[in-house]
């Protein structure tokens, strides 16, 4: 059997220095990522009161007449302040004039942070004031009305010095650090980045977006699985690692081209850089070998790569398994991204399981699926899936690519936490909410268990 | 604080009688459901080794040289067969001279139901032997090559009669039952109509599709979330019941318009056409009101409807909070579908909560949050969401549809289990693979807990 040590370089090849960015300016950076993929802009002000993004002002809407909606991100004297939203920042000037009395006091009086609306007309800054760093730095607002929205509490520290902060004060508030613009670029970036995977693999190539179930079996060897207790006495859901088997089902029911953006989920403990539930782009098709899984992840990546990036470069470096060998000195691919394509060649050589055997023993035969551990139980374990692969299972190959990794990749960012809206610290906490948490001994009940503390011991003979 | 009844009464609009589609048709349905929808049709073919999918053979493609890979649907003598992939029907005739007897020793031996590829000429049939009631009726393929891919062992019953079985037996063999005309079209439905509510969300009106955490802290009340045990003694996770918490958490954090089709949790233990867990398509936005929020849904649902229904009307009908309950008798919206919009008002009048405060006093205000029962306990639960909202809130209303429901409605399925891939049985079963199942001791060990069987109490002294 061959070994996809294309998988492994593709993401070596990924991890190439890609432009960091450092300036946090406002608006522009997200722009330009959604002006560059010759898409229609989205309608931002739908629905909603305003008439424009704060970001989105400039010289050519001069004269206009807008409702903007943001945050106070700071003022200067009783002058003029900015204000922020997603999409960027833009000065108001703060009127001066008697006759507008009560709209000067809500804007000198709101705190900094503070959600306000206000009413005006779009002008240009006087000669010798435009802001050439900032892309609304040509124009401001001229205020006729406010509206203080919300105001907000003396903050723990200010927004912009955020990402200076402790990662643990980070996460302890994540919904302030959201507001920063590293996290609103990362997280706009990966959302339109896996749109533009779904529009590759839905529209384009005729795959079908297809939910599976996290509350399953537990997998033969699946001690990293979270388990769900369920109300009958001493019987377990699992939560799975991947969609393995039920990707190949899939086939099995002709499904043909499955793929799905899947809520992933690995007990490991305490290990930086890992999260306790994870997401993959996960894929299976029908009918297909090496060079069409190839092709359609250099195609995947290529369609979906954002624009403001250095281009990827197709095709990617391959190497023979004795090529990796004598490279690396190890026959593992790298595992990392949940890639889980294992060599089970040995298991299933002398078996009775034609369909497998059949693939086995053609040259370069792609057979994927889980490592079978020996022993009776943990084939009982897998019937299901054995059984079905005797009642027409179409030959078929997958990939799964960890999105968060990717992500992070693309965006350059040192931490996975960095790409994910609400991470667990590399201890698994929820810092914001203080998860895992306690639960009263009477909502254990419906699930017949106990806890069983190791210095329990004695409380629980008592008990 | 108003009674959002227009979203009942958009179930109730939708639940009018929808065609329900009786005739498995294969490919001709699900053909017209792609193209009716102005897209270029996928590239069904791309990365394999067909040339063709077998649904989509016409006329037009008479004399070109095609490779099919599909499941042999039946065979009428030893003169042809049928030949079905996801996208149809098409007959290939076994070539009965002597040069071509392994070819035809494949297609004649091979059970029903084995997968097979062939290649060959695209012909017309003999005239009179057209088959007006088949997509592809008038052609079928004169067969050059031939290959078993894979031999199907005895079916437990016929894959057409499947349909007519009990429930138990199809979910038993979830994998045969998905080869079924229904369950392609209703999942590939469901996949299509999502891809467009994606389209419209992220696309057109510039939401932001973010991944929130399901590993979370149990919510006040949350009697029906499922536990997860952690690896810290006596902690445990919870399995939301919905993002509500994380949507407002968003917006807090300036993330503007959010949407996510999300996974969810309930534990009702035995409740027909419920399941354990379900989806949402979940919406937040930013600075909107109540007008804003129906707009947006009617467009949604607009956009995404499939074009091979009745087209959707709006603007949706609307009630009052006085013409409900005189007409329906209650003050509480359908909750089946999980919007939980819930009068707080009487919670939150008399707190020291200033942004729910300020939205409560003005008429109409929007307040959309998870209610809150009394209790210190509780309140201390969400202490990090009522922190959240003093830090410069914006004003925020969402909604949130039940997606299995709505793909059944749209679908005309008789239950929402003929809606999603591997659903639970009605008491939460997995019947394929006999989910939930037994642990071993030794693996709860490390989640610190222990099953306490109802009639274990003798055996846990002695332990």
Not at 306 to 311: A, F, G
Not at 366 to 383: N, Q
Request: glycine share 6%.
């Amino acid at each position: 059997m061959y070994f996809p040590s294309w998988l492994s370089q593709l993401y070596r090849g990924l991890s190439r220095p890609i432009r960091r960015t450092t300036q946090p300016i406002w608006g522009s950076l997200y722009r330009s990522l959604l002006q560059s993929s010759q898409r229609r802009i989205p309608e931002f002000s739908s629905f909603v009161v305003r008439t424009n993004t704060c970001g989105e002002l400039r010289s050519s809407h001069l004269g206009q007449e807008v409702t903007l909606c943001g945050w106070i991100q700071y003022r200067r004297q009783n002058t003029f302040l900015v204000l922020r939203d997603f999409d960027g920042l833009v000065q108001v000037i703060i009127p001066q004039d008697e006759s507008a009395a009560s709209v000067k006091k809500i804007l000198c009086e709101a705190p900094v942070e503070s959600v306000v609306q206000v009413s005006g007309t779009v002008i240009s800054r006087p000669a010798g004031q435009e802001n050439p760093k900032m892309p609304t730095g040509e124009i401001e607002i001229k205020v006729k009305t406010a509206e203080l929205l919300n105001a907000c509490k003396k903050l723990p520290f200010e927004i912009k010095n955020f990402v200076k902060k402790t990662e643990a004060l980070r996460l302890q508030y994540r919904y302030l650090d959201l507001r920063s613009f590293q996290m609103q670029y990362n997280l706009r970036l990966r959302s339109q980045m896996v749109m533009k995977m779904r529009e590759y693999l839905c529209n384009l190539h005729g795959f079908v977006d297809i939910e599976t179930p996290t509350l399953f079996k537990r997998t033969p060897g699946g001690a990293k699985e979270f388990l769900v207790p369920s109300r009958e006495p001493g019987k377990f859901y699992s939560l799975p690692q991947s969609p393995q088997q039920f990707k190949q089902l899939l086939m099995v029911g002709g499904l043909d081209r499955y793929f799905q953006v899947a809520r992933c989920y690995r007990d490991e403990g305490s290990r930086p850089d890992r999260q306790p539930e994870f997401t993959q782009i996960d894929i299976e098709m029908s009918f297909v070998d090496q060079t069409g899984i190839q092709s359609l992840i250099e195609g995947l990546l290529q369609y979906s790569w954002p624009n403001d990036k250095d281009p990827v470069v197709v095709p990617f470096p391959t190497m023979t398994f004795a090529e990796v060998l004598a490279t690396y000195g190890t026959d593992k691919p790298d595992t990392r991204f949940g890639m889980k394509i294992i060599d089970i060649s040995d298991v299933f050589r002398n078996t009775e399981i034609g369909f497998l055997q059949d693939a086995l023993s053609k040259p370069h035969g792609t057979v994927k699926a889980i490592c079978i551990p020996e022993g009776a139980e943990d084939v009982k374990m897998l019937s299901h899936l054995l059984q079905a692969l005797d009642y027409g299972a179409p030959p078929h190959g997958g990939i799964a690519l960890g999105l968060d990794r990717l992500i992070c990749l693309v965006t350059g960012s040192p931490s996975i936490r960095d790409v994910i809206a609400f991470p667990k610290s590399f201890r698994g906490h929820d810092l914001m909410s203080n998860t895992p948490d306690s639960v009263p001994p009477e909502e254990l009940k419906p699930y017949h268990i106990r806890v069983s503390k190791p210095t329990d011991s004695k409380a629980e003979r008592a008990h």
